[in-house]
């Protein structure tokens, strides 16, 4: 899961191809939902194991915006993204993912969050890339995508659940066939695959073997 450069449109924390899907339904363009502060920052932290997450800094969504809820020391950045209105998306990011994707996932989520409509936001993400104001990885950059309580949206609005505990790794033009997998893949009996294939945010997904819970009592409704 998920955005744009030059015209090119990622989804991409909370949107994998082929993620099994319900009723559609969900949006884009519109408030999100704001947790308190706590429960937020636990939500969070629950995106990487905590030998990643304990030392993060966290960001939370508030109306005006996110802001710093708990300073970090490890150059790890976690946050519950909402790229869709329903959805809830705890993640965590490297340094380079911190600079990089997070800083476009970001914008994204508050800007629908103000009401702005996607292809305005679409169209001054691509132009923020032009200018620098917003980069590209210069090397693989990580997410953690790993807390049994995300919420996720497939690319078609649909809700997806919280599919598999994942990593997302960043990899400017990487594509299926780099790396053996047909394009596109074969999402019914291997998750592994390359979202975005063979464009600027081409992100290798890969499932892990365990999900991290939040502490007991955090888990949202």
Request: aromatic residues 6%; contains cysteine.
């Amino acid at each position: 899961m998920m955005r744009a450069i030059a015209g090119t449109v990622l989804l991409l924390t909370s949107t994998v191809t082929g993620l099994p899907g319900q009723a559609a339904g969900a949006g884009q363009t519109g408030r999100r939902a704001i947790l308190a502060r706590e429960l937020e920052i636990a939500l969070a932290r629950s995106a990487a194991p905590a030998s990643v997450s304990a030392a993060a800094r966290v960001l939370v969504l508030t109306d005006a915006g996110f802001a710093e809820g708990a300073a970090g020391t490890n150059g790890v950045t976690c946050l519950v993204n909402r790229s869709w209105i329903e959805s809830l998306e705890p993640e965590c990011f490297d340094a380079e993912a911190s600079a990089t994707v997070m800083q476009t996932e970001v914008y994204r989520t508050e800007q629908y969050h103000k009401g702005r409509p996607k292809d305005e936001v679409e169209r001054e993400v691509s132009a923020r890339l032009s200018d620098g104001r917003f980069r590209l990885p210069r090397r693989p950059a990580l997410v953690y995508m790993m807390s049994s309580a995300q919420k996720l949206v497939s690319d078609d609005g649909r809700p997806a659940g919280k599919w598999l505990p994942h990593l997302m790794l960043y990899v400017p033009y990487l594509t299926n066939p780099d790396l053996g997998l047909p394009d596109p893949p074969d999402m019914r009996g291997f998750a592994v695959n390359v979202s975005d294939s063979g464009r600027p945010w081409a992100t290798l997904v890969v499932p892990v073997r365990s999900f991290v819970d939040p502490p007991p009592g955090t888990m949202p409704p």
